[in-house]
């Protein structure tokens, strides 16, 4: 079993100190952020400052399982997915000059009903012609999320792009949030295309830590351990966005220990 964090569970510190966390706490990565709003690295980030991150954390022996990107799908007209393309290209490269194993996206949404069906036809094709142009490597995922593509939704994109660089970044946690059903049927689904799973918690008020909420987490993690899964599971830990939860020193080994509970129960 492999295990990261996202940055957004150490928003006060650069990438150096998250690296020095995950050292400490026994992480085998950590998934850092390209944004503008406090990334460790942003979408104009010279290439000086994408080989600084790359020697250190390759320095640490520690891996980047996955860079968690903000730019999404979209439903408006053709140029718009033009647009998309550039920006899953451009992000591609970012991905590539730090040695990530993955670059993460999300978002976007057909719409009505009646669109669905175009949508995620232009999407697929969009994902495949970033892929054919690119000679980087590196894969990149969808996360399926609350407002956007649900699990089983993006389970068939995946299928659609048919790629063994696109994947799911799988998030039980926007399962339960967006009341889908099945979960047992929802994991059969995603499991194909899983390129990493991310391990968040909630209750109906709000966020917590893993193993106090109601997202069915152990269920997902023996599901993934009894096919012998060879991705990270990555402590999505929003404090980013939630500044009152825990401090990461709390959080992150307690993650730790969860996850070592998990798979042995």
């Not at 968690?68 to 439903?75: E, F, I, Q, R, T």
């Not at 889908?180 to 990493?196: C, H, N, Q, R, S």
């Amino acid at each position: 079993m492999k295990i990261s964090f996202t940055t957004m569970a150490t928003p006060d510190l650069d990438h150096t100190g998250a690296i020095a966390l995950a050292r400490e706490f026994g992480f085998d990565g950590v998934d850092p952020r390209c944004s503008d709003h406090l990334g460790e690295l942003r979408p104009d980030s010279t290439a000086q400052e994408l080989a600084a991150v790359a020697a250190d954390f390759a320095s640490a022996g520690l891996a980047i399982p996955g860079l968690l990107c903000y730019c999404g799908l979209s439903a408006d007209p053709p140029e718009t997915w033009e647009n998309t393309k550039a920006q899953i290209a451009h992000h591609l490269r970012i991905g590539a000059a730090i040695n990530t194993e993955t670059v993460r996206l999300f978002g976007g949404h057909w719409g009505t009903d009646d669109a669905r069906e175009g949508f995620l036809e232009s999407a697929a094709r969009t994902i495949r012609e970033v892929l054919d142009a690119d000679d980087s490597g590196v894969s990149f995922t969808f996360q399926n999320h609350k407002g956007s593509l649900n699990a089983r939704d993006a389970a068939e994109l995946a299928g659609r792009v048919d790629s063994d660089r696109f994947g799911l970044a799988f998030s039980p946690d926007h399962c339960t949030a967006m009341g889908e059903e099945d979960f047992d049927g929802i994991l059969d689904a995603v499991a194909p295309w899983t390129k990493e799973v991310y391990i968040a918690d909630g209750t109906e008020t709000g966020l917590c830590l893993p193993g106090e909420g109601i997202v069915p987490l152990r269920e997902t993690i023996r599901f993934f351990e009894d096919r012998a899964f060879a991705g990270f599971y990555t402590f999505k830990y929003e404090k980013l966005w939630v500044p009152e939860l825990p401090d990461a020193r709390e959080a992150l080994p307690q993650f730790v220990e969860f996850m070592r509970s998990a798979t042995t129960a």
